[in-house]
C-alpha cells in the first residue's frame, strides 16, 4: 500500500472515530432537544453495530444472546398480558442491552466513550458557570429541595443530576482501566481534575459516595485523609452539611414518591402481575392521583423492576447483576466487581436509570473493561451476561 492509500485510510479512521464520539456523545444527552434523540441514535448504534458485527463475521456469545432473548421475552409478554394499559418504553431496556453486548464486542470504544463522556461533562460544568453569571438555565439544578438555592447542581444535557453523575462514573472508570494498563497521559490526567470539578459540582450524595468507593480501592492514604477531614468540616459546618448530605427530607419524600407504587402493586395486583409485572413503568393516574405527589413515576431501581416486570423480572435481574459480578471477582477485578454490584444493586434503592441511554453507556463501559482482561477459566461461565 502507498503512502497516499495510508493517509486516506488514516482520515477515514479518523473521520469514523469522530462520528463515533459524537454519536456517543449525543446519545448521553437525554435533555438536548424536545424528542428523544437519545433513544433514536442509541437504536441506530445497535443497527450500524449489528452490521459491522455480521460484516466481520463475528458472533454474539451465547450467554449473552440467553439474555437478550430472555429480557425480550419477557417484555413481550408483560406488555402483551397488559395490554391495553402496558406501554411500548419497557421494551427499551432491550435495545439498551442489546447497544450493551453489541459494544462489547468492540475493542477500540473505550476511548472514544471517554471523550463523548468528557464532552457532556464539560458541557455540565459550563452550564453551571454559566448559571450564575447569566442566571439559571434548564440544565442546572437549583436547590431548592435541600434549602439552598444558592446552590446549582450540575445535571448537563441529562433530566437528572443522578444521570450525570453516571456519566461522570463511567469516566471515572475508563481512567482507572487506563491506568492499570499504563496508558494514562498528561491529557487524562488535566481531564480528571476537571471531572473531578463535575463530580463536586452534582452535589449528589450518591454520586460522592460511589467516588468514596472509588478512593476507597485506588487511592487509600486520600481516602483516609479525606474522611478525617470530612470529619472535622462536618464539625465545623454542620448546618450547611445537615441540609447538603444529611438532609432527610429528600429521604421521607423519596418515600412519599413510592406511595402510589405501594397501593398499585401491593393492594391492586393480581398473581400474574405479581410474577411478571404490569408492562408499564408508571402506575396509572387513576390511582397516582390519590397520593402526596400525585405522580405515578416510580423513583426507585427495584420498585420499578418489580412493578413493570414482576417477580420473575426482579429476579432475573438480580441473577445478572450477580454473576456479571461475580466473573469480575474471578477475574481478580475486586473493584470493577464491588461497583458493579453497588451501583446496580444499592444505589438504586435510590433512583434508577433503566429507560434513561445513561445506564447503558456506564454498563457498556463495564463490560468492554471486562472483555479487555483474559477469559476466566470455564467453570467460571455461569450464564453470564457479560460473556
Known sequence: M????????????????????????LTSCTQLVSFQLDKALMTLAVGVLLFH?????????????LVLILSLGLSL????????????????????????????????????????????????????????????NSYVH??????????????????????????????????????????????????????LLGLVLTFNRNSLLIYYIILFFKHKRIFWFSVALGIAFVIYFFDFINKLIFNLNTLSSRSDLLEAFRIAFFQQTNWIQYLIGHGNNMVDDSIARGTFYRTGYIENGTSVLLFTYGFVGYFFYLISVFTFSFLFWAKGKIFYAAMLFYIFIVAQQFTHEFYSTTIYILLAVF???FQSYPKVEKKAHLFSPAE
Open 2 to 25: 502507498d503512502n497516499s492509500s495510508t493517509i486516506a485510510l488514516g482520515f477515514v479512521s479518523g473521520i469514523v472515530r469522530i462520528g463515533w464520539i459524537l454519536v456517543l456523545f
Open 77 to 136: 409478554l408483560s406488555y402483551l398480558i397488559n395490554l391495553p394499559e402496558s406501554s411500548l418504553i419497557i421494551f427499551f431496556p432491550v435495545i439498551g442491552l442489546a447497544f450493551v453486548i453489541l459494544m462489547g464486542e468492540e475493542e477500540d470504544f473505550l476511548t472514544l466513550i471517554q471523550w463523548a463522556l468528557f464532552l457532556h461533562i464539560s458541557a455540565g460544568i459550563f452550564f453551571v458557570i454559566a448559571s450564575y453569571i447569566f442566571g439559571l
Open 142 to 195: 437549583p436547590m431548592y429541595d435541600k434549602g439552598l438555592p444558592f446552590l446549582h447542581a450540575a445535571k448537563g444535557l441529562t433530566t437528572t443530576v443522578q444521570a450525570y453523575g453516571t456519566l461522570i462514573i463511567g469516566w471515572f472508570l475508563i481512567y482507572y482501566w487506563k491506568k492499570d494498563q499504563g496508558k494514562v497521559n498528561y491529557l487524562d490526567q488535566v481531564a480528571y481534575l476537571v471531572v
Open 53 to 65: 458485527s455480521l460484516v466481520q463475521g463475528k458472533r454474539v456469545p451465547a450467554q449473552s444472546l
Open 367 to 369: 463490560l468492554l473493561i
